[in-house]
Nanobody, 126 residues
């Protein structure tokens, strides 16, 4: 069974930075693409970023491109989300997810992901 555990969330002022981590259990972490999603109160969950199995390709939502960076360390079974220049509208619960290896569609579709973490709260004050 795959477990994903996020950490690194917190309260930060606008313009600040946070680095989220997602530690995955299992030996096959390096075989799967990973993604980050977020959900703000009263809003639907939305795609933030994704990275392919070897880190060779990354994908970002327009709202975070240029401010957020997704990366992974397969030796540590961990995926990261470096968030810079944070804005109040980035406030949300952030989730990491493991993509289904057999899904061939867009990386931004949440139904492409089969395992999810419990989430970590990010709050940005103005």
């Amino acid at each position: 069974q795959v477990q994903l555990v996020e950490s690194g969330g917190g309260l930060v002022q606008a313009g600040g930075s946070l680095r989220l981590s997602c530690a995955a259990s299992g030996r096959t972490f390096s075989s799967y693409a990973m993604g980050w999603f977020r959900q703000a109160p009263g809003k639907e969950r939305e795609f933030v970023a994704a990275i392919t199995w070897n880190g060779g390709n990354t994908y970002y939502a327009d709202s975070v491109r240029g401010r957020f960076t997704i990366s992974r360390d397969n030796a540590k079974n961990t995926v990261y989300l470096q968030m810079n220049s944070l804005k109040p509208e980035d406030t949300a619960v952030y989730y990491c997810a493991r993509r289904n290896a057999y899904y061939s569609g867009t990386y931004s579709a949440d139904n492409a992901y089969e395992y999810w973490g419990q989430g970590t709260q990010v709050s940005v004050s103005s």
